[in-house]
Nanobody
Framework: VQLQASGGGFVQAGWSLRLSCAAS????????MGWYRQAPGKQRELVAA???????NFADSVKGRFTISRDNAKNMVYLQMNSLKPEDTAVYYC??????????WGQGTLVTVSS
């Protein structure tokens, strides 16, 4: 199973970005999908997650600004990031629990927000 993330980039504060992550390989079932981020010198943290049924949860720091969605038919998860702030700068990783809750990580995509 592989997760391929895309959509990162360099933006000004207040702008938006949309991250995408495609899961491929020997997949029968994807349970929870999510996005984590790791800023320089900090631990990786959960940004947002979505269950197969569509239930979501978000880090307090992104509530009201970020939304997460998934397309079960395409094995994809998306993170729409609005009103970006410099403190959102980080490498963003997609994450998925596949088949019998085996955990997989994408390669990371860099988001840089300039003030």
């Amino acid at each position: 199973v592989q997760l391929q993330a895309s959509g990162g980039g360099f933006v000004q504060a207040g702008w938006s970005l949309r991250l995408s992550c495609a899961a491929s390989g020997n997949i029968f079932h994807i349970n929870r999908m999510g996005w984590y981020r790791q800023a320089p010198g900090k631990q990786r943290e959960l940004v947002a997650a979505v269950s197969r049924g569509g239930s979501t949860n978000f880090a307090d720091s992104v509530k009201g600004r970020f939304t997460i969605s998934r397309d079960n038919a395409k094995n994809m998860v998306y993170l729409q990031m609005n009103s970006l702030k410099p403190e959102d700068t980080a490498v963003y990783y997609c994450n998925a629990y596949v088949n019998n809750w085996q955990e997989y990580w994408g390669q990371g995509t860099l988001v840089t927000v300039s003030s």
